[in-house]
């Protein structure tokens, strides 16, 4: 069984600016999952959702309000 080594982002930088174009643009298709998010992760992201939803209603309002 082969070892896996950790490799790091020096390292990944210079393999990807030595690859070909058409190898690059074959590393750059390989699909990455969607990470599944738990616990006080999920509620950050949806605090944060709810945060950027109630700014733009403040936003709209503070505008409307001056076109008025």
């Not at 990807?16 to 390989?30: I, M, R």
């Not at 109630?54 to 001056?66: C, D, P, R, S, T």
Request: hydrophobic content about 60%.
């Amino acid at each position: 069984m082969s070892q896996v080594e950790h490799v790091s982002d020096a390292d990944a930088g210079f393999v990807l600016s030595n690859l070909e174009p058409d190898q690059l643009a074959l590393a750059k298709n390989v699909p990455v999952a969607r990470r599944q998010l738990r616990g006080w992760k999920l509620v950050l992201v949806w605090s944060l959702r709810v945060y950027l939803v109630f700014m733009l209603v403040v936003v709209f309002w503070q505008a409307w309000l001056a076109v008025r």
